[in-house]
């Protein structure tokens, strides 16, 4: 069934953005409200670097979801999916900088330097960032096949990115083996066409 009957899918693209931005709404409002628990500036760093990752995982998401439910929208989806993901790794980023290490840069220096896992996070970032500049329809257009070679560098952030999570974690490691465990189904996904002719 196609998303809305008599409707282009492009019609639904809007319903993205305030899918989108609800995690943040929630994140802020419990930091606001006291309610994100004792250390609120941890809380805050740690919620978004998780919602950028559930995101990356999104986005991955929508092209196989979008062929086994046949809704041609998800796959428009994951472009402003993709720019939410990338929103909530900077705020990661800045809120780290800014409320924990209060732009000192010397303080900067060192963990970006000296601590593996910030600089696995930085790495997973700096993958993400050519993915924003060329997000637009009109650098798609132009950039053709060399846009969607570009685009595989969501396959070297994704691993980045589950090291990362995995690294921070100090009670088990359920989580991260549930995130290793989407991310393989999804990459299986996508590499079958290679293994199975016809697909
Ligand atoms: C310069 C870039 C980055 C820096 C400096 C950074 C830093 C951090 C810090 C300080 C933490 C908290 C660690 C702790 O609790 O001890 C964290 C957690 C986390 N980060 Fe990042 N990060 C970066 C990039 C990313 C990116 C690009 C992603 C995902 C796409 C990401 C996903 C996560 C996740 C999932 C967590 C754990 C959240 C949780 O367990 O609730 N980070 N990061």
Redesign the pocket.
């Given at each position: 069934m196609a998303a809305g009957k008599g409707r282009s899918p492009k019609a639904w693209t809007w319903i993205a953005w305030p899918l989108g931005a609800l995690p943040l709404a929630w994140v802020l409002w419990q930091g606001l409200t006291g309610a994100s628990g004792p250390d609120p500036v941890?809380a805050l760093?740690?919620?978004l670097?998780?919602w950028?990752?559930v995101l990356?995982l999104v986005c991955l998401t929508m092209r196989p979801a979008a062929r086994l439910l046949n809704v041609p929208a998800l796959v428009i989806w994951r472009r402003t999916f993709g720019l939410w993901?990338f929103i909530y790794?900077s705020l990661?980023?800045l809120a780290?900088?800014t409320l924990?290490l209060g732009w000192d840069p010397g303080r900067l220096a060192t963990?970006?330097s000296k601590r593996p896992?910030?600089i696995v996070?930085?790495a997973?970032?700096l993958a993400?960032w050519p993915l924003a500049l060329t997000s637009t329809r009109k650098a798609r257009r132009r950039m053709g096949q060399r846009w969607v070679k570009l685009h595989r560098l969501i396959f070297l952030?994704l691993p980045l990115?589950l090291v990362?999570?995995f690294w921070?974690?100090?009670s088990g490691f359920g989580?991260s083996l549930a995130f290793l465990a989407v991310a393989l189904v999804l990459v299986a996904y996508r590499l079958r066409g290679r293994f199975l002719p016809g697909k």
């Open positions: 941890a760093v740690n919620a670097g998780w950028a990752l990356l993901m790794a990661h980023f780290w900088a924990i963990e970006l896992y910030i996070g930085a997973a970032w993400l952030a990115a990362h999570q921070v974690q100090k989580e």
